[in-house]
């Protein structure tokens, strides 16, 4: 399955490795924080929906 | 019905909102695709060995972090003109991908330059301009943060790319004064076509079209977690004070 | 205006800071350097040209939160921006004030410092001519730079942030004009770039400057 | 408010500080010999208020108008130079205005004394003097006074009393905050409290996002 | 004291400011030099690990202000004198946190601005431990300088004056080591003078540090 | 103040402001359950007293006496960290003091609701709430309070009353300097305006340089 990659098999290996793992980071980061402020303002709102 | 009412926050969110699967899905099958094929599936260039793989990640990021910061300039004199917030907030929330776009370009640029040109790193004027671009990232996105009121920081935001990128185009062009380039030339025009061999061609196309998609899937995600930030904190603001 | 740009000057010859410590910053950049890099004089007057362009943009660099912080602290800017006199008249006689200031006694000092690194005899006048030309673009960039941050709580390192990629260019035909004068290439192109840039920046910039100002005091 | 023209006036007002709106619908005239008080606890927006009228930050809805540059505004703070001498100090406004000379406004204020001491050198109250003298060398006709008389002693402030009442008496208007009695017999009071910015859920108007999804974004 | 310490880390992380500027200055300068010196891979080798200790020497200089003028501005430094932990001890935390938030990031990512600067392969090892070793004296010697300008008025560029020439030394040493270990040399005598300079003074300047203080809030 | 030992004392203390005398000849003591209300006008040297007491700086003459680490001093400044939670300052200082939970502070200025609001995000009386519950966690006994009621309103300015009063009860002393009345009923009032320090024609003492020198120096 892996195809051979000769004597760069390092140097493209780490490139992939290195560009997906910022991919990664940045997905998980804006999905995180989504999640964080959905969250926190679903709380806000229900708070002041008691309050008014 | 004009493109402005895509301005409205309330009508932005239910678009987006209906948008932003799809897309993501597209955006996760077409990167997917252009990387797998381009990966497992392409033969190996006779000059270049393997390393000609790193060409459907550097070629994108490269491509995509220039482009983020157009975008950001168009959205940017939006904001400045007619005074939309999901425009101004498009554009902060864009600065990271274009951020990390820029980092993988360079990352990958760096790992492909070792092999071919015998080092990491060379102050060639493609090269040189595209680290200043990756400075006025960070200096954006730390303007953002550094400042509490958000239209003040929408406003000074937008000032800032404007002026930053009048010198970034200029420091691309000004540094072709200054030597000589060992990069790469623009190989994707269409008229330089056969620079780039079919086999390597078609995957890098997938792969570019994935990219673009992945920018849009993520920055309709971040606009909508800003809109909604924002939100929070009008809310907070106003419960503060009563 | 002028009343303007004699109140600045008098201020930063009163307060002692203005003059004195960007100075002195040129001087000790100029000085750390052959530590840094040891002492041989071949390697040093390879070199000197482009250090002293650096530390003169890095003097420039850590004078310039004092354009509009103390303006801004103390409720000046305030009521400069209700005064008759338009936004973008006084960016640029802050511009002004900053290198008369900072810039020319740089430039002034800049061959003394020359002689420390060995700057090979040919080297003095381009050195001397690229600052003359280039430092009033890093005041007004600068003057940029600090209207963008004024407000901000401790901006200084967020100014130096978003100030040095825009110094980027100037710096770049700067430290050429000298280097390759030094050399005893041809360097027109560099300079006429560089006299460009500059008389772009003051043109343009004290307007990009005003509406940053305009936002920040909101 | 009959007859003559107005020097200044607002049309249903809201503004907002912070991205938050604190005050609306704030409307009054003033034609020359008017003297208005602004009054309300702390917070409700008196600064804010007075920022919007002197144009330093812009309304979130309704209009201000008034003839181009004749507001002249007084802050919290002084705008004073520490380093520079009062008659410096003084000299340096009068120039940006393009006004004559200092001396009524020495004078007026009772620092005629004290013109050659430095700024730093002052008392509070002093300093609070040089900041109301410089209202004088304005030659605007409308001031805008936030909380003129703190750290003033008794004496000044009766001073101060008298130096609004020539500035109405000559055809000057007059808007000042402040939470103490000044001592100005026909001066009308405006109480902002009833103009306190309501939530949308209240009524209220929605800030930046405006329109029918206002309840959503605020 | 762990309780300072801590909430000093936190600070500098969630002011945004105390990590990530520190390093972007370093990285600017590290960008800027080959502008300067031009992009000649052989000059540039030869300074490389010299240039890179003056631009960590400078990124540590201007982060220092940020040590006590905060806790100084808003009246914690007061409340920390009076606190029944030793002022010695205020001033020995306050050194670690900055060397953590600025130190120990610029050793790390030197390696990274090396590959720019074309540091040869032999010098990267010898460049890290010396920064290693080198960096906490550098913020040792820089809450010194920060402590005798506390409370001094727009006291950074001062400070940096003070601080600079105790900077000497260390950098000396500093560069040395990294110096003749990329040229393949044995450094043993640098890396111990480092050493002993480093130990010295994380030993002896937190008194003198408290000292400082103490004369200052007087 | 008989029967019980003092727990603070001043026996003809004189104290300076920036090289001058402001008062002279102040004498009290303070024991369990005492209250000392300091008054005066502004400039008479309240803050300049109570930072002596605190031990902040070195009184001109006379002997500031009490067991070492009672006093609890709060300034004008709150010393607040604004990006830390008003539960985070808190826990921050009780762990400085080494008492153990902050509960019953929170509770003891109604911070509870607060306790995890940024202290940037608070209102100015809530702050000023959260600069006092700080008292409550340092568990010293007496209490050196400067201007503790400012931005207050009524009811906050009842709960603080409250809060002296328990301290008090519990054994505590305190010595409070405002300009408003706290109605704390059982406190004794102390007029600063009797001490006032003389210059040394009108026959008061001299500064730095005492005795035969003094005249020469003034
Ligand atoms: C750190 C090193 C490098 C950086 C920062 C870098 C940066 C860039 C940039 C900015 C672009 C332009 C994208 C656009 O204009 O749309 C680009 C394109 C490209 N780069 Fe690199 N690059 C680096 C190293 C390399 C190396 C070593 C190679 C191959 C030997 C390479 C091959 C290419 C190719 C083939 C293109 C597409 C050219 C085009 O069609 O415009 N790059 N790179
Ligand atoms: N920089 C700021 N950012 C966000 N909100 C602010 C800011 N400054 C003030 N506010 C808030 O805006 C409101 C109005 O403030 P403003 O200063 O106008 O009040 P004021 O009536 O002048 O009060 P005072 O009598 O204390 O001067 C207040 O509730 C305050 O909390
Ligand atoms: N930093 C300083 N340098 C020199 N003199 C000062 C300084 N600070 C205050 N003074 C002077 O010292 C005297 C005493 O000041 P202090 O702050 O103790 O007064 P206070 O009684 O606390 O006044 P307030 O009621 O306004 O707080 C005043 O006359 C003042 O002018
Ligand atoms: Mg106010
Ligand atoms: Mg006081």
């Known amino acids: 399955m892996m195809p051979e990659l000769g004597k760069y098999a390092a140097t493209v290996l780490s490139a992939y490795g290195i560009s997906l793992v910022l991919l990664a980071g940045l997905i998980a980061f804006s999905l995180w924080r989504s999640v964080r402020v959905r969250r926190a303002l679903a709380e806000q709102e229900a708070r002041m929906q008691r309050h008014d | 019905m004009s493109i402005w009412e895509y301005a409205n926050p309330k009508r932005f969110m239910q678009t987006s909102g209906a948008l932003l699967p799809w897309v993501s899905i597209a955006a996760v099958i077409l990167t997917v695709a252009g990387l797998v094929w381009g990966f497992f599936f392409t033969p190996d260039d006779y000059r270049q060995g393997s390393t000609v793989k790193i060409i459907y990640l550097h070629v994108p990021s490269a491509m995509m972090a220039i482009n983020i910061w157009i975008m950001m300039l168009v959205t940017s004199i939006i904001w400045l003109v007619r005074r939309h917030h999901v425009s101004a907030l498009a554009a902060k929330a864009a600065a990271p991908i274009g951020l990390t776009m820029t980092l993988i370009a360079l990352v990958t640029g760096a790992f492909w330059g070792q092999p071919m040109w015998g080092t990491w790193w060379a102050w060639d004027p493609r090269l040189t301009a595209f680290l200043i671009l990756f400075l006025f990232y960070l200096g954006y996105i730390a303007l953002w943060e550094a400042i509490e009121s958000p239209d003040g920081a929408a406003d000074l935001t937008s000032i800032l790319c404007i002026v930053g990128s009048v010198f970034a185009l200029l420091s691309r062009y000004a540094v072709l004064f200054w030597n000589q380039g060992l990069h790469q030339g623009a190989s994707l025009s269409m008229d330089k076509r056969e620079h780039v061999a079919d086999v390597f061609w078609l995957p890098l196309l997938v792969s570019i079209a994935g990219f673009v998609l992945g920018f849009v899937a993520l920055m309709l995600l971040r606009t909508r977690t800003e809109i909604r930030s924002r939100r929070l904190r009008a809310l907070e603001a106003r419960e503060r004070m009563s | 205006m002028i009343a303007l740009l004699l109140r600045d000057l008098r201020l930063s010859v009163r307060s002692g800071g203005g003059?004195?410590?960007?100075?002195?910053?040129?001087?000790?950049?100029?000085?750390?350097?052959?530590?840094?890099?040891?002492?041989?004089?071949?390697?040093?007057?390879?070199?000197?040209?482009?250090?002293?362009?650096?530390?003169?943009?890095?003097?420039?660099?850590?004078?310039?939160?004092?354009?509009?912080?103390?303006?801004?602290?103390?409720?000046?800017?305030?009521?400069?921006?209700?005064?008759?006199?338009?936004?973008?008249?006084?960016?640029?006689?802050?511009?002004?004030?900053?290198?008369?200031?900072?810039?020319?006694?740089?430039?002034?000092?800049?061959?003394?410092?020359?002689?420390?690194?060995?700057?090979?005899?040919?080297?003095?006048?381009?050195?001397?001519?690229?600052?003359?030309?280039?430092?009033?673009?890093?005041?007004?960039?600068?003057?940029?730079?600090?209207?963008?941050?004024?407000?901000?709580?401790?901006?200084?390192?967020?100014?130096?942030?978003?100030?040095?990629?825009?110094?980027?260019?100037?710096?770049?035909?700067?430290?050429?004009?000298?280097?390759?004068?030094?050399?005893?290439?041809?360097?027109?192109?560099?300079?006429?770039?560089?006299?460009?840039?500059?008389?772009?920046?003051?043109?343009?910039?004290?307007?990009?400057?005003?509406?940053?100002?305009?936002?920040?005091?909101? | 408010m009959t007859g003559k023209p107005d020097l200044l006036s607002l049309n249903a007002l809201a503004v907002a500080r912070g991205g938050v709106p604190v005050l609306e619908g704030v409307s009054f005239n003033l034609s020359a010999g008017d003297l208005l008080i602004l009054r309300g606890p702390n917070g409700i927006g008196k600064t804010t208020l007075l920022r919007t009228i002197a144009g330093l930050q812009a309304p979130l809805a309704g209009r201000v108008s008034c003839v181009p540059e004749a507001i002249a505004y007084a802050a919290h703070a002084d705008g004073l130079k520490s380093t520079l001498t009062v008659a410096e100090n003084l000299r340096f406004w009068a120039a940006i205005h393009g006004t004559a000379g200092i001396d009524a406004a020495l004078e007026g204020m009772n620092l005629t004394a004290l013109a050659g001491r430095m700024a730093a050198n002052l008392s509070a109250g002093q300093k609070r003097r040089l900041g109301l003298a410089r209202l004088l060398v304005t030659g605007r006709p409308v001031w805008a006074l936030d909380e003129p008389t703190v750290s003033l002693d008794r004496a000044s402030v009766a001073l101060f009393g008298r130096a609004v009442a020539a500035h109405l008496a000559q055809g000057g208007a007059a808007v000042i905050a402040t939470h103490v009695d000044l001592g100005l017999d026909d001066a009308q009071v405006l109480d902002l409290a009833p103009f306190r910015a309501f939530s949308p859920a209240e009524g209220g108007r929605s800030t930046a996002f405006e329109g029918d999804f206002g309840g959503a974004f605020l």
């Open chain 3, 19 to 218: 003059f004195g410590l960007g100075l002195a910053f040129f001087l000790l950049v100029a000085t750390l350097v052959p530590f840094g890099v040891g002492a041989e004089a071949a390697v040093l007057s390879r070199i000197a040209s482009g250090i002293l362009w650096v530390g003169a943009l890095l003097a420039c660099l850590l004078s310039l939160d004092r354009i509009f912080a103390l303006d801004h602290e103390d409720g000046s800017l305030d009521l400069l921006a209700t005064a008759p006199i338009p936004l973008e008249g006084v960016a640029a006689v802050k511009a002004a004030a900053h290198w008369i200031v900072t810039g020319l006694p740089l430039t002034l000092i800049a061959p003394v410092l020359g002689v420390l690194l060995s700057l090979p005899g040919a080297g003095y006048a381009p050195l001397v001519l690229s600052l003359l030309l280039g430092t009033p673009a890093l005041s007004a960039i600068g003057t940029f730079g600090a209207a963008l941050t004024v407000g901000v709580r401790r901006g200084g390192l967020l100014m130096s942030l978003l100030v040095l990629p825009l110094y980027v260019p100037t710096l770049i035909f700067g430290a050429e004009v000298a280097r390759r004068g030094a050399a005893g290439l041809d360097n027109s192109t560099a300079l006429l770039m560089l006299g460009g840039i500059t008389a772009g920046t003051m043109a343009l910039l004290p307007f990009a400057s005003a509406a940053a100002i305009r936002a920040g005091l909101r």
